[in-house]
């Protein structure tokens, strides 16, 4: 079964500094979708950033960018220029095809002001 | 555009009453709706599958009979809670995938149950 690992239950970064997140996977499959949720106070799931398997070029959205080392099965998630709102606990998720999506344990970003 | 609705957001009902939850796909059609329930601090756990017009699929470990969940439109998923108990408080947060869409999921802001 595939299985998502985050390794990271917290992490802390000051304001306007960039921070990494790690994310781990584990498939035999060739063709998926990996993404970044995150999901603030407000409990709301909002999704980050997606990345198709199939495509070599890392995933941009404004500040946030991702490593995807499909050999290594790692994902991870940049946050450049952090701002207050970006505190929230974030899931990385793997789905293949029509099958249910996968969530890692979660790591919760504060950020210092 | 692709936006779900929860209600009610936040219940509070008696042991041993059962109390629905209602998930909208509002403005496009969701053949499959997903229901997860999510401790605090932790991650979401899918508790179910739901294609409209057929039963649901229900994780190992679900009971089937204590969350009744009921798919009749393309826009519309229920899930009912039968005979709460205070362990079954939980905060439940559906999902939708559009008809036609390949794999991404849209998901509700969420329901917050407290049994007492």
């Known amino acids: 079964a595939q299985t998502v690992t985050q390794s990271q239950p917290e992490m802390s970064v000051q304001e306007a500094e960039t921070v990494t997140l790690s994310c781990t996977y584990d498939?035999?499959?060739?063709?998926?979708?990996l993404f970044w949720y995150k999901q603030p106070p407000s409990r709301q799931m909002i999704l980050v950033i997606r990345q198709e398997a199939y495509k070599q070029q890392n995933a941009t959205e404004n500040r946030f960018s991702v490593n995807f080392q499909k050999a290594a099965k790692s994902f991870s998630l940049k946050i450049s220029d952090s701002q207050l709102g970006d505190a929230a606990m974030y899931f990385c998720?793997?789905?293949?095809?029509?099958?249910?999506?996968?969530f890692g344990q979660g790591t919760r970003l504060t950020i210092n002001p | 555009g692709a936006v779900v609705s929860q209600h009610p957001s936040w219940v509070i009902c008696k042991s041993g009453t059962s109390v629905k939850i209602e998930c909208r796909s509002l403005?496009?059609?969701?053949?499959?709706m997903f229901w997860y329930r999510q401790f605090p601090k932790q991650s979401l756990m899918l508790m179910a599958t739901?294609?409209?017009?057929?039963?649901?699929?229900?994780e190992q470990g679900v009971e089937k009979d204590k969350f009744l969940i009921n798919h009749a439109s393309l826009t519309l998923s229920t899930l009912t809670v039968t005979s709460a108990h205070p362990e079954d408080s939980s905060f439940y947060i559906c999902s939708a995938k559009r008809a036609g869409g390949p794999y991404e999921q849209y998901f509700g802001p969420g329901t917050r149950l407290t049994v007492t």
């Open positions: 403005d496009f059609q969701a053949t499959t």
């Open positions: 739901s294609n409209e017009g057929s039963k649901a699929t229900y």
């Open positions: 498939t035999s499959e060739s063709d998926y979708y």
């Open positions: 998720a793997y789905i293949r095809g029509a099958q249910k999506l996968v």
